[in-house]
Nanobody, 120 residues
């Protein structure tokens, strides 16, 4: 059974960098045919897919966030991380990490989510 757990600070000041880590157990982040995504949900709004790191380490970010977003991984710890720079209050959201099945558009395993508030 695959389990994902988000961790990181719940409060970030404007203009600073938001950094979160997803720890994966029960499956390897290097296993073929799976990718690892960051998704967020602002208050009162729907889910927004942010970006992904594939099993080979390649990454993709949505254009609106590409200039501020970096997803990386530590294979020795079976973790992948999100960095979002120059944050504003509009970045306040619940942030989720999730496993993505390649080609299916399905996210079969999710972390519980972590609330991140951008405020001074």
């Amino acid at each position: 059974q695959v389990q994902l757990q988000e961790s990181g600070p719940g409060l970030v000041k404007p203009s600073q960098t938001l950094s979160l880590t997803c720890t994966v157990s029960g499956g390897s982040i290097t296993t073929s045919l799976y990718a690892w995504s960051w998704i967020r949900q602002p208050p009162g709004k729907g889910l927004e897919w942010m970006g992904v790191i594939a099993s080979d380490g390649s990454t993709y970010y949505i254009p609106s966030l590409k200039s501020r977003t970096s997803i990386s991984r530590d294979t020795s710890k079976n973790q992948f991380s999100l960095q979002l720079s120059s944050v504003t209050p509009e970045d306040t959201a619940v942030y989720y990490c999730a496993r993505e099945e390649e080609g299916l558009g399905v996210y079969d395993y999710w972390g519980q989510g972590i609330q991140v508030t951008v405020s001074s």
